[in-house]
């Protein structure tokens, strides 16, 4: 970050109200004042500021010196190679454009229970459970649904429990800031935080490490990513799924993405809905993203590929590689090469290329495409 004290207002200017924004909301837990909040209703997904009498972009105390907003925004000036040297020691090459790994296998869970509540492998469900039994985690930023789940509205949560972590299984395709947990689990008295995240979340945690962002990044103990090209707007429910399909939410079941739109109703029926249907209600904060594959994650996960009872998984850190080779070695998972899937990694390198290319050229040009 350079010298001058960058805050809300270049902020504001250069990442929210520019497309760059993914809502992730790192810069709404950094905040020391509790002066920003976030909208998740409308198709909006972004932050605000609350102080209404100083305008949209205006800061007191960004004005007076306060700069967490800036340093937590995994999207502001060159936060890519700032945080790739942080944790590889040098910038992605032109050839890593899913970025830095150290291993990309394929897993699943061992237990019957985790695997069939979980989506694909049940990987994520597996490593939540293991690594509180095991000290490395006392809690988990996860995404419920709210209510009874009638309405599929994802909503940030905590998961401290076996029961918690079962009950957040499964893929929503909407989209739940959950790093805005972070609050609720530090008043619960978690210490040792793990993060499950869209690509763009799990950016988070490593940048406001790298920079300096106050004492929240101290708590994140671990980085679950998840491969996203996009996730959609609530409403895809009611004006297509509903409006088109005859399909009401509170009846659907569970939904997956394998090439069209996948839904299982309650009743037993089974839908596909074909994707290019699905994009004119992707959200807006996904345009511009150019991370398909958690880049900046301990272990990245994703149900893509042939096998749709496995989860192709790509561990980039140290830490990460520790916990697949524990896990491995006592049989919570099961594991295979990921050459068995060479479609799978194929197909996680196109839709990497696809999202660098989304990259603005008005933005600072690291995150793009590099040309070989």
Known sequence: MPPEKLHWKHLYDEVVTSGLCT???????????????????????????????L??????????????????????????????????????????????TKDVILTRASDDKVHELGQDGGLVSAILIWALEHGYIDAALVSYLEGDGTTWKAIPGVARSREDILAAAGSRYTYSANTMAYSQAVETGAEKIALVGMSCQSS??????????????????????????????????EELFEAKYGLPKAEIKKMNIKGVFQIWMKNGDYHEVPLKECHQWTREGCKMCPDFAAEHADISTGGIGKFNDWTLTVIRTDLGREIIIKMLEDGTIQGRPGDDDPGAIALMRKLSIKSRKRWPDFALPEPKLIEA
């Open 204 to 237: 988070v945690p490593p940048v406001m490490t790298v920079r300096k962002a106050g004492k929240v990044a101290r708590r994140f103990a671990l980085n679950i990513g998840l491969l996203c090209s996009k996730t959609f707007d609530d409403a895809i429910f």
């Open 23 to 53: 809502g992730c909301a790192g810069c709404v837990v950094a905040c020391p004042h509790d002066v920003l909040g976030y909208k998740d209703t409308e198709g909006v997904y972004k932050p605000l500021h609350l102080e209404e009498e």
């Open 55 to 100: 305008g949209p972009g205006g800061c007191g105390h960004g004005d007076r010196g306060c700069t967490s907003c800036t340093r937590a925004c995994p999207r502001f000036r060159a936060w890519e190679p700032e945080v790739d040297q942080f944790l590889f020691g040098r910038p992605r090459s032109a050839i890593e454009v899913e970025g830095v």
